[in-house]
């Protein structure tokens, strides 16, 4: 591996022992991953919280974070916090309305959200978002070829697809303290073409059909990049359940969507003028069949819904504030925002309405995040695949099951407002 | 040696060390964050054909990583795999092999799902770059 001059003063200790320490995980990174020499950061990072490494066995106490602070380090790029602490994301605001001990009590909360730690990295600069989907909000995004470190599978492809900026999801402390990471994967410009070609047969435009699309492209394409053609030109939110959906069924970095994302003008273009390695159709059965899978459930009664994963931005919050006016619902129902947007759906009324449905707005975190839902909840309708996937693992006993409802925002409406899940796959 | 012939393929270390153990196979990609239990040492990703199935001190073979950051949950706590072989990766199966420090490999001449199915022996030497497959298990004739 090529190691800099500079890298190697700081691997003798020249800035101190956390920036060595910072170096020997990245070498080994690279290492592990056959990368041949780091590149500088000079777009954006972030992490999870209160965690000073990805790896355990590099982390260090909060003693030494505090003497960084203290000795005015700062994060080489902006930096921001992906949802609330680990390990157990507990809820950013709302939490006094939610009924799931410990997060509503005062004292859970405050020891849940890490204060010391989070006020250490916040005298080193790290903006506080604390969501995964913590780029709608962030107001400075990085720039199309810029090399990034982020850390939430969800993200990566908004950075490297949509942006055309450049990240693996390796963000950490040590990514962005010492503003560097392996230069492999999707840093690469070689590793950034589409290898695979998805065609479909329904033409796919509503989020529901976006996100389970997403999920069937996550299962068929695993880790390579897929060029998606005839679909239809997705909205900011159909991206992102596209993008949260197809991590959560594969780990797709990287994709191309010819005529919409960056680097994709033309599907030539995309795949870099060569052939692709195989060409692959999502067809209705397709569809259906990972719908049924993302549903997993025996009867048709709903105790709570959760809408939000990734978090709604304002124009999702705004929309469904339109759909709950005037309505009451009769089971819990979570509203799940960004922190920093939290208020501005105060301000623009849309909490209000919200609270007279009988809804909670809720920030920072997600069941799933949490480890499951509120006590006593045994069944859950949600409209995002990648909640529905992941949530049943936190309930592996039969004993212990929870039914899953997956469906649209409007089914998951209708099951607040009814108790009963009438959706189905159309 | 009364084990027979083993098969050899070669492969990429990841991390490094030599290890003998039993092989656990995955024919499916494996998902952690919610879908992993570290602590009992199993996947709990419903549907799945190693739901509950103990990994401890196995051989993991799985085709790649899937979802979120916390896939390295297969690499956290205290029941960890004997090594980790895999067809492919990404930063994902990085992360995990730098959490869980056992013997890794990836990047084979031979799709190591293919060769190897549960059961069967494996010695891994990541150090020298390759596995050597015993068919059947360490005592089969």
């Known amino acids: ?426 | 040696m009364d084990r027979g012939e083993p098969i050899r393929i070669r492969g990429r270390k990841e991390f490094g060390g030599k290890v003998e153990g039993e092989a656990l196979v995955s024919p499916l990609p494996l998902e952690g964050f919610a879908n992993v239990d570290p602590v009992n040492g199993y996947t709990t990703e419903r549907g799945h054909p190693l739901f509950k199935v103990p990994y401890e001190g196995k051989i993991l073979v799985f085709p790649a990583p899937r979802g979120s950051g916390g896939f390295m949950g297969y690499g956290r706590g205290e029941k960890l795999p004997a090594a980790f072989l895999h067809t492919e990766g990404n930063t994902l199966s990085v992360a995990c092999v730098m959490c869980a420090r056992v013997p890794a490999m990836t990047d084979f001449d031979r799709d190591p799902v293919d060769v190897i199915e549960t059961g069967d022996w494996v010695a891994v030497n990541a150090d020298e770059g390759y596995i050597d497959v015993f068919k059947g298990g360490k005592t089969a004739e």
Not at chain 1, 12 to 25: C, H, N, V, Y
Not at chain 1, 94 to 109: A, L, Q, R, V
Not at chain 1, 289 to 294: H, P, R
Request: glycine residues 8%; proline residues 6%; negative net charge.
């Open chain 1, 1 to 426: 591996m090529y190691v800099t001059d500079d890298e190697k003063r700081i691997l003798d200790g020249a800035r101190g022992a956390i920036a060595r320490l910072s170096m020997e995980f990245l070498i080994e990174m690279s290492e592990v991953a056959g990368a041949e020499r780091l590149v500088d950061l000079d777009g954006t990072a972030d992490m999870h919280t209160p965690w000073t490494s990805l790896v355990p066995h590099y982390e260090f106490p909060i003693e030494d974070l505090r003497a960084l602070a203290e000795n005015g380090e700062k994060f080489k790029v902006p930096t921001f916090a992906n949802k609330t602490p680990l390990p157990i994301c507990t809820i950013h605001d709302g939490w006094e309305y939610c009924d799931c001990p410990p997060h509503n009590t005062k004292e859970g909360h405050e020891r849940m959200m890490e204060r010391e730690w989070m006020a250490l990295y916040k005298k080193m600069g790290m903006l506080t978002v604390h969501s995964c989907d913590y780029y709608l909000a962030m107001t400075y995004w990085p720039t199309q070829g810029q090399h990034c470190s982020w850390n939430e599978s969800s993200a990566i492809p908004y950075c490297n697809a949509i942006l055309g900026a450049r990240t693996n999801i390796d963000g950490c402390f040590m990514t962005a303290y010492l503003g560097k990471v392996p230069y492999y994967g999707m840093h690469v410009p070689e590793n950034r073409y589409a290898t695979v070609v998805v065609d479909t047969e329904r033409r796919i435009g509503s989020d529901v059909e976006w996100d389970v699309f997403g999920f069937a492209v996550g299962e068929e394409c695993g880790l390579a990049v897929p060029a998606l053609v005839n679909t239809g030109k997705p909205t900011t939110s159909q991206i992102l359940k596209f993008n949260t959906a197809s991590n959560t069924g594969g780990s797709i970095a990287m994709y191309h969507i010819p005529g919409t994302t960056p680097e994709a003008p033309t599907l030539e273009y995309a795949l870099g003028g060569r052939k692709p390695k195989r060409e692959i159709r999502i067809g209705e059965d397709r569809l259906r069949a990972s719908y049924e899978k993302l549903n997993s459930h025996r009867g048709d009664r709903v105790d709570m819904v959760s809408l939000g994963c990734p978090h709604y931005g304002m124009v999702d919050l705004m929309l469904l504030a339109r759909k709950l006016e005037g309505k009451k619902v009769r089971v819990p129902f979570w509203i799940m925002t960004i922190p920093w947007l939290f208020e501005l759906a105060e301000r623009e009324g849309f909490k209000k309405v919200f609270d007279d449905a009988g809804a909670t707005l809720v920030s920072g975190t997600c069941p799933a995040a949490m480890g499951g839902c509120p006590p006593g909840v045994r069944s859950l309708a949600v409209d995002s695949a990648k909640q529905a996937y992941y949530i049943t693992g936190c309930y592996p006993e039969e004993d212990n099951r929870l039914d899953l409802f997956y469906g649209t925002q409007d089914d998951c409406i209708d099951a607040a407002i009814t108790g009963i899940w009438r959706g189905e796959w159309r």
